[in-house]
């Protein structure tokens, strides 16, 4: 049996514990990807710090009315042709109850299934994608799968997991080299055929291939997969709009597209991966219309990337904040123009146009202290252009 689950994990960890056991805090700090403690919650390490990460579940249960089922399991996960496609792969053993709970380091957000068999259990790890997003974001498209199934009787087994296959991180800033498990050396028409796969982890691994291929072609059928909510499942539309962002600028049109998707999953990733390539700018209209969601996680993302605003052509995209009536979005907003106007997000010090200008003297009881500076430094710039100026005009010759 396989399910498809969209797990949030922080402080880098992914943690797959028995449902029968008290949930703690108390855990070792896996040296590379993988460790087991006390038996029965597996805590996985993974490359980036925070996040939505895929993760494909499989299970394998004994048939006991089935003669030779307590012989140990031949998985197609087992053979190594199998693990071409893969970046890394580990595997293990865990002791279950028959159902078990995926969640973070602070058990914020939980994911539960009774899917899985119960007693001494292999567990295969595999990781696809690594290398594909930033350290400390989600807009990365890498997944992973967990196959489970039972330890056959008088089988030999052992808790210490086991490196089948090692990733060695790209050198460089290069995306483009991410995905060469994934492609494994397939053409462009033989990756597009493996977006239908029944196969769920086929799908993921074309999808992240087709993005670092970046072709017209290969981004068009990205960004109908991404689109196509009733065909797919949503975590595989979030690999495919985060694979899009490995295929650079020529891919930004389609991702503008998607912002107007229904799928709150992919509007996220889609805003991710604009902030982290620094396209946040008044060229990309349909980022305005994600403050209007009516998913809140949107609505904080979106507002989050407006705050890194630099372009004074941009700032007309505060507008909406300041005029939303919400004190969360206004209070972002008005830090946005502070640092725009000191000159903290990198540029010199400037003047706000004079609409903006008038929409916070306006605000009423929203962050009034930061309203206070962002006037404040608005008072000053004119006090300095005027000081300035007349300073020029004594120095400069009429002609000048």
Not at 53 to 71: A, C, H, K, Q
Not at 164 to 187: C, F, I
Request: hydrophobic content about 40%; charged content about 20%; proline content about 6%.
């Amino acid at each position: 049996m396989e399910v498809v689950l969209s797990v949030y994990i922080s402080d880098h960890l992914l943690h797959l514990h028995d449902a029968a056991q008290p949930v703690g805090t108390d855990y070792d700090w896996p040296d590379t990807t993988f460790s087991v403690n006390n038996g029965g919650d597996v805590c996985i390490r993974l490359d980036r710090a925070a996040g939505r990460v895929v993760v494909v579940l499989s299970s394998y249960t004994f048939d006991p009315d089935e003669p030779g089922e307590d012989r140990p399991f031949a998985l197609p996960e087992l053979d190594p042709p199998y693990w071409q496609h893969w970046d890394h792969i580990e595997r293990g053993v865990i002791n279950l109850s028959g159902e078990i709970i995926l969640c973070d380091s602070w058990h914020d957000s939980v994911t539960g299934t009774d899917m899985v068999p119960f007693g001494l259990c292999h567990l295969l790890i595999f990781f696809g994608g690594l290398g594909s997003g930033d350290y400390d974001s989600d807009n990365g498209a890498d997944y992973l799968k967990l196959v489970i199934w039972p330890v056959a009787p008088d089988e030999p087994w052992a808790f210490e997991p086991v490196v089948l296959k090692q990733w060695q991180r790209p050198d460089g800033d290069d995306r483009s080299t991410v995905a060469q498990n994934a492609r494994a050396g397939r053409s462009e028409s033989e990756l597009l055929a493996s977006l239908a796969s029944p196969d769920e982890s086929e799908q993921l691994h074309a999808l992240l291939a087709l993005g670092a291929l970046g072709t017209e072609t290969a981004i068009q059928a990205l960004q109908a997969f991404a689109a196509s909510a009733k065909d797919h499942d949503d975590e595989a539309q979030q690999i495919a709009t985060s694979a899009l962002g490995l295929a650079g600028d020529a891919a930004l049109d389609a991702l503008h597209s998607l912002l107007l998707s229904p799928s709150a999953s992919v509007l996220i990733r889609a805003l991710q991966v604009f902030r982290d390539r620094g396209q946040i700018s008044a060229r990309w209209p349909n980022i305005t219309a994600c403050l209007r969601s009516p998913e809140p996680e949107v609505r904080q993302w979106a507002v989050s990337s407006f705050s890194e605003l630099k372009q004074p052509a941009d700032l007309s995209l505060l507008a909406p904040l300041m005029a939303s009536g919400n004190s969360d979005q206004q209070h972002t907003a008005l830090q946005a123009l502070e640092r725009w106007q000191s000159g903290s997000d990198g540029g010199p010090p400037r003047l706000l146009p004079v609409e903006l200008l008038a929409q916070v003297r306006a605000l009423d009881g929203s962050g009034e202290q930061v309203k206070a500076r962002v006037v404040g430094w608005e008072s000053l710039g004119e006090v300095a252009a005027r000081v300035l100026g007349g300073e020029r005009n004594k120095r400069s010759p009429p002609s000048g």
